[in-house]
């Protein structure tokens, strides 16, 4: 059963009766009904057309964190094989809400990393929601780390509301592990690609898109805090998060215009959960376009194109 969004009542209404004559239908064969269900089709899919034309920040931060959009674990079985999973950040623990590993892209050996939300009340209990600990971004570290000893690409799936702000992660050096996880991903020596696939939410989203290549798929967002934080902290209140979403610049369209990501990847009609296996053939050519970008670079001019990169921030959109 789809879950609809809020601003998708009146599109949940016209397909759950297009849904319910077709099951009248099925329980009584002679009734003939797919003329009428058809046209309530047809409404729907203009409907569906004419609000997503021009999605709202607000709006397409609701996208983003859609529970039925795909998550790192599909576009892990769908993009790589021969995946080899690797746990545990060698001092203190495993974080399951990173996960990664050794795997083939098209052939080619890579080391993919990405934050894991969960797909169910228990995965996303033991995925913590996508929330890493520091042991993640030490695992994440550990994990790069091996990838430029053995000269092997990096890919990054991001989809985080943030790092984890418990007691715990605190106590355990969060900020410093976030640190040194952006730090390694500007020292290594080979290419790193990053996709913003849901959320991007924060310093938790910089440790793995720290990239030469960041892409974001059309209705992600991207963002140093989220739009309900930002609105708790400037205005006191909460449910002032559609004015912080227009002022934060989240969109993947204003953050390519800022040159802070360097492709937008289509999404279907509706959102990614419309049609999960187009969104993630999308995302893998997309993934392939930006290693062949790189293909055949030195590690200095990978060092030096990843660093002016984030030097330029900025001055794209500024100067337009």
Known sequence: MTNYLDFEKPLAEIEGKAEELRAMARQNEEMDIEDEARALDRKAHALLQDLYKSLTPWRKCQVARHPERPHCRDYIEALFSEYTPLAGDRNFADDHAVMG?????????????????????????????????PEGYRKAVRLMDMAD?????????????????????????????????T????????????????????????????????????????????PEGCASILWKDAEK?????????????????????????????????????????????????????????????LLSDRRRKYLDIGSKGLAA
């Open 183 to 226: 730090e390694k991903c500007l020292a290594l020596r080979v290419p790193l690609v990053s996709v913003i696939i849901g959320e991007g939410g924060s310093g938790g989203a910089v440790a793995f898109a720290t990239a030469n290549r960041v892409a974001m798929l059309e209705h992600s967002v991207y963002s140093v805090i989220s």
């Open 149 to 181: 000893r053995f000269g092997l690409p990096v890919v990054t799936l991001v989809d985080t509301p943030g790092a984890y702000p418990g007691k715990g992660a605190e106590e355990r050096g969060q900020s410093e592990a976030i640190a040194r996880a």
């Open 101 to 133: 590993g050794l795997a083939r892209f098209d052939d080619q050996p890579v080391m993919v990393i990405g934050h894991e939300k969960g797909n169910d009340t228990k995965s996303r209990i033991e995925r913590n929601f996508g929330m890493a600990r």
């Open 241 to 301: 998060m559609r004015e912080a979403a227009e002022a934060l610049r989240l969109t993947a369209q204003d953050l390519h215009k800022l040159g802070v990501a360097d492709r937008v990847i289509p999404e279907p009609l509706g959102g990614a959960h419309r049609d999960t296996t187009a969104t993630i053939t999308a995302v893998g050519e997309a993934i392939g376009a930006m290693l062949a970008e790189m293909s055949g670079l030195s590690a200095k001019k």
